[in-house]
């Protein structure tokens, strides 16, 4: 087709690809090193620059989302989504945080002081995660 091996819309159909993939394997994301990984296999190339640099493309031009997730002991990990899935996570986020919301409000719930924990969770979400 006269695409080349290392050509950066090969590389980016690649990564899309890989990416869109991982959700029927039963991931919401990727990390950066998974995406290498995948890739190198899936291409047969072995230039993780490359790589990178056309995945920052893609971040660049909003055809993949990325958000750095923090773990409990404060470790940050930089996660890739595909653009659908990181739509999809935002929206059932904001409707546990509705329904929280609505039970508080309610008072209704004997367990009101555990719904407002996860109220607020839900809220410094936000804040410990950062998405392009």
């Given at each position: 087709?006269?695409?080349?091996?290392?050509?950066?819309?090969?590389?980016?159909?690649?990564?899309r690809?890989?990416?869109?993939?991982?959700?029927?394997?039963?991931?919401?994301?990727?990390?950066?090193?998974?995406?290498?990984?995948?890739?190198?296999?899936?291409?047969?190339?072995?230039?993780?620059?490359?790589?990178?640099?056309?995945?920052?493309?893609?971040?660049?031009?909003?055809?993949?989302?990325?958000?750095?997730?923090?773990?409990?002991?404060?470790?940050?990990?930089?996660?890739?989504?595909?653009?659908?899935?990181?739509?999809?996570?935002?929206y059932?986020?904001?409707?546990?945080?509705?329904?929280?919301?609505?039970?508080?409000?309610?008072?209704?719930?004997?367990?009101?002081?555990?719904?407002?924990?996860?109220?607020?969770?839900?809220?410094?979400?936000?804040?410990?995660?950062?998405?392009?």
């Amino acid at each position: 087709m006269g695409v080349g091996r290392d050509s950066p819309a090969r590389v980016g159909a690649g990564i899309r690809h890989v990416v869109q993939a991982s959700r029927d394997e039963g991931h919401c994301f990727l990390t950066e090193d998974q995406i290498l990984k995948n890739c190198r296999e899936l291409l047969d190339i072995d230039n993780d620059c490359l790589i990178q640099r056309v995945l920052r493309q893609l971040l660049e031009a909003n055809e993949i989302k990325n958000r750095v997730l923090t773990s409990g002991e404060g470790a940050a990990t930089e996660c890739y989504y595909s653009n659908s899935l990181y739509f999809d996570e935002a929206y059932v986020s904001k409707r546990i945080a509705q329904f929280v919301e609505i039970r508080i409000q309610c008072g209704c719930v004997s367990c009101v002081g555990m719904d407002r924990e996860i109220l607020q969770a839900i809220r410094d979400e936000p804040q410990s995660r950062t998405a392009r």
